[in-house]
């Protein structure tokens, strides 16, 4: 059967659809799990936020916002649930990830992201001395040919020890 209508929907579907709201499913899969559309589903929660919102009290209006109501509150029933298993088992995680945490409009835990106090230190000088060749690259009969690198007296660079590593006629 199709509904299009809510006055015509069947009482137990929205039970069931509640029931599926309140074990956490979203509005749309709660009303498809149910062979509801998921934009039927979704018309009826507008027009049933524009009753909430225009206080009607025509039989229409408070079927409708009746069952946006009813919708919030299962939703709500969720997350409650929810945010209570998690303050049940996991407590550190609901004071840092959950209803616990800090926000914008109340106070709560938060990890401390701010610098709450900084010591005064003198600047640091950072001095980087890069050793440069004395001259580009040359590839001369096919071989490329060694060249110089000058690194400066107060260095503390140590050449590697090449003399057990094979030669390039070797190779």
């Keep these: 059967m199709i509904y299009r209508d809510l006055l015509t929907f069947p009482a137990e579907i929205k039970e069931k659809i509640f029931a599926h709201l309140r074990h956490g499913s979203t509005p749309p899969d709660s009303a498809e799990a149910e062979q509801l559309h998921a934009s039927i589903m979704r018309a009826w929660l507008e027009r049933g936020f524009a009753a909430f919102l225009d206080g009607g009290e025509d039989g229409e209006s408070v079927a409708y916002r009746t069952f946006f109501i009813e919708t919030c509150q299962a939703m709500s029933q969720a997350r409650t649930d929810a945010t209570e298993r998690t303050f049940a088992d996991s407590p550190l995680a609901w004071n840092l990830y959950g209803g616990g945490r800090e926000t914008a409009d109340r106070p709560g835990w938060q990890k401390n992201a701010k610098v ?12 980087t001395r890069w050793a440069t060749a004395s ?9 490329l040919q060694p060249f110089r690198v000058e690194v400066p007296p107060d260095s503390d660079y140590q050449p590697l020890d090449c003399s057990n590593w094979p030669s ?3 190779g």
């Design 116 to 127: 709450v106090h900084q010591d005064e230190t003198a600047a640091r000088n950072i001095e």
């Design 168 to 170: 390039e006629d070797e």
């Design 135 to 143: 001259h580009p690259m040359q590839i001369q009969g096919g071989k």
